[in-house]
């Protein structure tokens, strides 16, 4: 019923930047909190940024003052502003919504994620 489909990943080199985005679409009534999650190889996915319908924001600490968690309600899209970018930051990038369906049901939803490589 709901489909987050991120783009804007890449290779960039250490102390670049990179913006991503995610468009949610779908049966919406309105959405609360949207997310970015990171996974590296062999390691456990982690919460990197979250913006809640009031605008408020929480970030990992290890990408705090390099990231900025951005959205736009009007298209239901959510951003990720990453600079300084470091080869720790490589990962799989996922979005993530809680979503209120017309009818008033609750779902949260995943994107498939885009893979963000940090390499010289």
């Known amino acids: 019923q709901v489909q987050l489909v991120e783009s804007g990943g890449g290779l960039v080199q250490p102390g670049g930047s990179l913006r991503l985005s995610c468009a949610a679409s779908g049966n919406i009534f309105s959405i609360n909190d949207m997310g970015w999650y990171r996974q590296a190889p062999g390691k456990e996915r982690e919460l990197v940024a979250t913006?809640?319908?009031?605008?408020?924001?929480n970030y990992a600490d290890s990408v705090k003052g390099r990231f900025t968690i951005s959205r736009d309600n009007a298209t239901n899209t959510v951003y990720l502003q990453m600079n300084f970018l470091k080869p720790e930051d490589t990962a799989v990038y996922c979005c993530?919504?809680?979503?209120?369906?017309?009818?008033?049901?609750?779902?949260?939803?995943w994107g498939k994620g885009t893979l963000v490589t940090v390499s010289s």
């Open positions: 993530n919504a809680l979503v209120v369906l017309w009818g008033g049901s609750f779902v949260r939803s």
């Open positions: 913006i809640f319908s009031s605008g408020s924001t």
